[in-house]
C-alpha cells in the first residue's frame, strides 16, 4: 500500500517506548502505518530536522466557553486592576443596546474584598451605563453582576442564599458578588445563544487550540447546546479533533438544563465518530479562594467562619458513591471536581467503593487536585484514578497567590503534588482548563511543570520545587497520559502504527533547549491533513 503522506528527514518523538525516535513518518489513510512505501500520488514533505511530536491531549477544557468569549464577550486578563475592568466595560458598554446584556471576565480572585461593596456595584452600573452586566472570576466559579442584572434576576435584600451558593451582601443589601451557585440565578436570565452560535464557538475554540497543537481534548462540563453544535461539526465534517464530553450531574456554575439523569438518558444521541461523551462531570466542591473547597483542616480564620471553618463537599458520601456506581452501570466514566484535600478523599473512598462492586474498567480522573492529604497519594494508582492537573497552578500566580489569602502559608504552598503522585504510579495528564487559563498553550504549562517557576518570570520563587517533573513526563502527561486518562488512547496520544496521524512539527527541539516556554507550533495535523500552518 502506498503512503498518502511521507515526512523525511524529521526528529520525530513517538511517545512510543519500544521506538521512542524516528527520522520519517508514513501516513495512509489517515493513520501511522508501518512499511508504506511513496506512490506516484505520495506527498513527501522533507522537514529539514524539524521536530514532530504527537499532537497535544488537552484532557481539561471548556472549549465552548472560550470560543464564545472570543467571538461574543468582553475579555480582559486576570491582571487587569479594578479601574481596568471599568475601563473596558464602559467602552464596551458604548455600543450596546440601552438594556442589552454584557457579560465576560475574567477578574482575579484576589479582588474579592474589593467586589464585595455596594460601592463597587454602584462602580459598575455608573460604567455599564445602568446595563444588566455579568463577569465571571478567573475560576469561572463567581460572578460580579450590576444592579441591573441583580433585577433581572430577581435578586433582593430578601433573596435566601441557593443551596451551594452565597449572595454575599454589604449592609444587608447584594453587594453585586455572587459566589458559586448564587451566579446561576443571573446566568439563566442573561440570555444564551443560538444553535449557529453555539456551532460558531466550537468550530472557533478548536480553531485556537489547533494552533497551539491541540487535537484531542475533554471538554470538562457540556450542555446539550454544546453536543448539539460537535454532533454537528462531525456530520459535516468539520470537527478535526477528537473530543470527549463530560455531562454533568451537578451544575453549581453554569445554569444549564438538563442535566443529571436526563442528560445521561439522551448523550448517546449526539456520539459521532470523533465525539465520545463518555464521562459524567461531578462538582464535589468549589474553590479555596471563596472558602467554598472543602479541606481537612480549617482555613485561616475570618470575620464570617471564625477559625474553625472547613469549607464543605457538595454532596453526601452516600449520595457521591450512588451516583459513580450509577454512571457506571450506565457505561459512563467520571471526571469530579475536588479542590480541597477532603473533597479528594471522599471522591477516592466513593471510586473504592465502585471498584469493590466490579467496576474496573471504568475510569475515573481528580479534576484539579491541587491539594491531597499525603495519606491519600498512593491510592490513586492503587484505585486507578487519574490525576488530571489542570489549571496551570503549578507555579506562582494570581489564584495561588488568592490562595495564599486563606489558608496557612504551609499549607498554601504544598499544591500540586505531581512529583509524587508519578512516584507512587498515577496517571497523570495534563489539561489547561481554557478558558480560566487564559491560553491554552501547553507549553507554558509543560515549563512550569519542569521548573514549578514562572517561565517568564512575571512572579519571582518557586512552587513546592521538589515537585518538579522531568520533561519527558510532563510532555506525555499533555499527549499519551491524557489520552489514556479520557479514553482516547485507542486512536490517538502516541504516533504508533494505526493510531491516528494527529501531530505537530515545532519550532524547535524541546529537549534542546532552554526556552520551553518559548516554543511554537509551526505546523498542526490531525488524521493526516494538515489544520493549522503558522
Known amino acids: 500500500m502506498a503512503a498518502d503522506l511521507v515526512l523525511t528527514n524529521a526528529r520525530v518523538y513517538t511517545m512510543d517506548t519500544a521506538r521512542p525516535w524516528a527520522s520519517s513518518l508514513a501516513v495512509a489513510g489517515g493513520k501511522v502505518t508501518a512499511g508504506a512505501e511513496p506512490g506516484p500520488d505520495t506527498e513527501v514533505l522533507d522537514l529539514g530536522g524539524a521536530f514532530v511530536m504527537p499532537g497535544l491531549v488537552d484532557v481539561h477544557n471548556h472549549h465552548a466557553l472560550a470560543g464564545r468569549a472570543d467571538l461574543f464577550e468582553l475579555t480582559f486578563g486576570a491582571d487587569a486592576a479594578f479601574e481596568d ?84 451582601r454589604d449592609g444587608g443589601e447584594p453587594s453585586g458578588l455572587l459566589l458559586e451557585a448564587a451566579g446561576v440565578l443571573v446566568e439563566r436570565v442573561a440570555g444564551g445563544l443560538t444553535a449557529e452560535q453555539h456551532r460558531r ?73 470523533h465525539h465520545r461523551p463518555d464521562f459524567v462531570k461531578i462538582f464535589l466542591d468549589g474553590v479555596p479562594p471563596t472558602r467554598t473547597a472543602a479541606f481537612l483542616e480549617p482555613y485561616l480564620p475570618d470575620e464570617t467562619h471564625g477559625g474553625c471553618f472547613h469549607g464543605s463537599t457538595t454532596m453526601s458520601p452516600a449520595d457521591l458513591t450512588e451516583w459513580l456506581l450509577t454512571a457506571a452501570a450506565a457505561g459512563f466514566s467520571a471526571k469530579v471536581h475536588c479542590t480541597g484535600d477532603a473533597s479528594v478523599r471522599q471522591f477516592l473512598d466513593a471510586v473504592a467503593e465502585v471498584r469493590a462492586a466490579g467496576f474496573t474498567g471504568t475510569r475515573f480522573q481528580v479534576a484539579h487536585g491541587q491539594f491531597v492529604h499525603p495519606d491519600d497519594l498512593p491510592r490513586f494508582a492503587s484505585l486507578g484514578v487519574a490525576a488530571d492537573i489542570s489549571p496551570f497552578l503549578w507555579v506562582p ?40 487559563s487564559e491560553s491554552p498553550n501547553a507549553w507554558e504549562g509543560i515549563a512550569g511543570l519542569v521548573t514549578r517557576s514562572d517561565p517568564y518570570g512575571r512572579r519571582p520563587g518557586a512552587l513546592w520545587p521538589e515537585q518538579a517533573i522531568t520533561l519527558a513526563e510532563a510532555i506525555e502527561a499533555f499527549t499519551l497520559g491524557g489520552a489514556r486518562a479520557c479514553g482516547l488512547d485507542d486512536v490517538t496520544g502516541a504516533l504508533t502504527p494505526g493510531r491516528s496521524a494527529d501531530f505537530v512539527v515545532l519550532d524547535r527541539d524541546p529537549f534542546r533547549t532552554a526556552e520551553v516556554a518559548e516554543t511554537r507550533v509551526v505546523e498542526t495535523w490531525f488524521a493526516g491533513r494538515r489544520v493549522f500552518e503558522r
Open 397 to 436: 500566580g494570581v489564584i495561588p497567590s488568592a490562595i495564599a489569602e486563606v489558608l496557612p502559608a504551609a499549607r498554601a504552598a504544598r499544591m500540586q503534588p505531581n512529583r509524587t503522585l508519578l512516584d507512587t504510579g498515577a496517571l497523570v495528564a495534563g489539561g489547561s482548563d481554557w478558558p480560566v
Open 201 to 273: 464557538a466550537s468550530r472557533r475554540a478548536i480553531e485556537i487550540l489547533h494552533g497551539f497543537g491541540v487535537t484531542a481534548f475533554q471538554d470538562a462540563g457540556v450542555s446539550t447546546d454544546i453536543l448539539g453544535a460537535l454532533r454537528s461539526l462531525d456530520l459535516a465534517g468539520e470537527l478535526d479533533a477528537w473530543v470527549v464530553s463530560s455531562l454533568l450531574v451537578n451544575d453549581p456554575i453554569f445554569g444549564v438544563d438538563p442535566i443529571g439523569a436526563p442528560l445521561l438518558a439522551v448523550a448517546g444521541e449526539y456520539r459521532t465518530e
Open 85 to 168: 475592568i471599568l475601563d473596558a466595560v464602559r467602552a464596551r458598554a458604548a455600543s450596546l443596546g440601552p438594556d442589552e446584556w454584557l457579560t465576560g471576565g475574567a477578574w482575579a480572585s484576589t479582588l474579592v474584598a474589593k467586589l464585595s461593596t455596594e460601592a463597587a456595584r454602584r462602580a459598575l452600573d455608573d460604567a455599564a451605563g445602568g446595563r444588566p452586566v455579568s463577569l465571571s472570576d478567573d475560576s469561572r466559579h463567581n460572578r460580579w453582576v450590576s444592579s441591573r442584572a441583580l433585577e433581572l434576576a430577581g435578586i433582593t435584600a430578601a433573596t435566601p442564599d441557593p443551596p451551594g451558593g452565597i449572595v454575599v
